[in-house]
């Protein structure tokens, strides 16, 4: 089992469309989430940083973590063909685990926004 | 304020042969990651330098070394090419104290 799990998609949405991504993971050492997004060919762009539980509001997106059901979320309101793109969930465990410093990614969810 | 740059952008290779990908940190950062991206996955974590030295190793083979200099920027040695070996390599710095990372261009590798 992998420790980090993201529905690859393809996932396909209107211009204007509210998208729900989502990770689930297994190990409970985990508490540094993070989402990327990657363009074709391009190197991946860190879009939200938490820690811990909870969520976080960045102007169209908000991320959110469930430490208790190991689930994280990230929400894109008002999708734009901009946002087309492959989005990665990573996670990162607390200071003096075997983790530390090393991001786990998940497979990555392909989103594409048609106008 | 110039963020992580790699070298080269591409590069195709023949198997068995020796490649070393290199990469300049973002000003400021102390720590730089190795990450290896196939087609359709995740990057994969290789191994990460601080203060030139080797902190933290993923589950990757020997061939695989690594060097930090000095000024932060480092450097990724692949030995003995192999046809899985193809793939994304990313860069990515970041501070010691702090989780976020980011990441270069990468450097396509194709080995045939």
């Known amino acids: 089992q992998k420790e980090v799990e993201q529905d690859p998609g393809p996932l396909s949405v209107p211009e204007g469309a509210i998208v729900s991504l989502n990770c689930t993971y297994s190990?409970?050492?985990?508490?540094?989430f993070m989402w990327y997004r990657q363009y074709s060919r391009k190197g991946p762009e860190l879009l939200m940083y938490?820690?811990?539980?909870g969520n976080k509001e960045d102007g169209r997106f908000t991320a959110q973590v469930d430490k208790s059901s190991k689930y994280i979320s990230l929400f894109i309101r008002d999708s734009q063909p901009s946002d087309s793109a492959t989005y990665l969930c990573?996670?990162?465990?607390?200071?003096?685990?075997?983790?530390?410093?090393?991001?786990?990614f998940g497979q990555g969810t392909i989103l594409t926004v048609h106008p | 304020d110039a963020g992580v740059t790699q070298s080269p952008t591409h590069l195709i290779k023949t198997r068995g042969q020796q490649v070393t990908l290199r990469c300049s940190p973002k000003?400021?950062?102390?720590?730089v990651s190795w990450y290896q991206q196939a087609l359709g996955q995740g990057p994969q974590f290789i191994f990460q330098?601080?203060?030139?030295?080797?902190?933290q190793r993923g589950n990757f083979p020997d061939r695989f070394s690594g060097h930090q200099f000095p000024n932060y920027s480092s450097e990724l040695n692949v030995n003995a090419l192999l046809l899985g070996d193809s793939a994304l390599y990313l860069c990515?710095?970041?501070?010691?104290?702090?989780?976020?990372?980011?990441f270069g261009p990468g450097t396509r590798l194709t080995v045939t």
């Open positions: 330098y601080y203060e030139e030295e080797e902190r």
């Open positions: 938490t820690y811990s539980s």
């Open positions: 990573a996670m990162s465990a607390n200071a003096g685990g075997t983790s530390y410093g090393k991001l786990t």
């Open positions: 990515a710095s970041s501070l010691a104290a702090y989780y976020e990372q980011y």
């Open positions: 190990n409970s050492a985990f508490q540094y």
């Open positions: 000003s400021g950062h102390d720590t």
